[in-house]
């Protein structure tokens, strides 16, 4: 949840928030165990970024922990930056100091795919693949589509993301969205938007089928528990994946023994 000022904030934001002018002030957007991330500025006044930030951790060596925020903030960056230039979308590096502990990406203007879906599917029966309900799934699967294209290209940038999630995909807005006020507009317009992917924290770069199985399988649990009306639609992801991405056929034959194990492991306990 947002929480405006900087003075409320339990530790001092880094530097570069207080001593550059242009800086907007920035609005702690949420806060895990090991960052945090706020709204600010780039350069100017109108170029909204979003500050990723790792706070050196009192409890570890310093030179430990300095070296840890180096090695893991510095490996995002340079997923973020391959991806980028490989036109995965991803929001673009703008600066950081890794000796700060601190980078600054695109902000980008939308809401969590997770929120988007939730959203949507708040206004439907339970189950809205029962046909006797005439629920024009369309949005939904379209929106499905683009996930699956978006993880193609990534795979084929041989990046695996590590923590696939609707949270951490944005639906960005689009203009049109803007221009149509009505109730009926925002209705249509809902799940419209490019998926952006974010929060590579635990990327890595791979070109194993078995990684990539692996990251498809997190996505599809994560799926089922936090959208389980609308599991079954995940199937279109899927289906884009193997249309975006060459080598797909073998990650998806590698997919199934990945779910075979995970089955194994639950019915194990
Ligand atoms: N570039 C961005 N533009 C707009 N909002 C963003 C951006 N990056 C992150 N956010 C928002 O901030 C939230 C947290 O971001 P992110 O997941 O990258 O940080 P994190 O501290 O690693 O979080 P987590 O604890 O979920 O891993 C996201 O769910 C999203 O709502």
Known sequence: MAAAATESHQFAPPKVLTYNPATTPPLLIS????????????????RPCALKYRPPKLWRHPILDARLTKTRMGGE???????????????????MDLAAGWM????????????AINEWLGERPETILDPADQVDET?????????????????????????LTTSNMMLKEKESKGNDKSEAG?????????????DFGLATQSLADEDRAVDLYVLERAFASTHPRAEKLFTHVLEAYRVA?????????????????????????
């Open 31 to 46: 806060q895990g165990a090991e960052g945090r991330l706020y709204k600010t500025t780039h350069l100017s006044a109108d």
């Open 77 to 95: 960056a340079k997923v973020l930056e391959r991806c980028y230039r490989a036109g995965v979308p991803v929001p673009a590096l703008y600066a």
């Open 104 to 115: 600054m990406i695109e902000w980008i203007h939308g809401m969590p795919v997770r929120q």
């Open 139 to 163: 949005p939904l699967v379209e929106l499905m589509k683009r996930i699956g294209t978006v993880l193609g290209s990534l795979h084929r940038t041989g990046v695996v993301h590590g923590d």
């Open 186 to 198: 925002s209705k249509k317009y809902a799940l419209e938007g490019d998926v952006v992917l974010i």
């Open 245 to 269: 991405f060459k080598k797909a056929p073998s990650v998806l034959a590698k997919l199934e023994d990945v779910r075979m194990r995970g089955r194994k492991r639950s019915m194990v306990g």
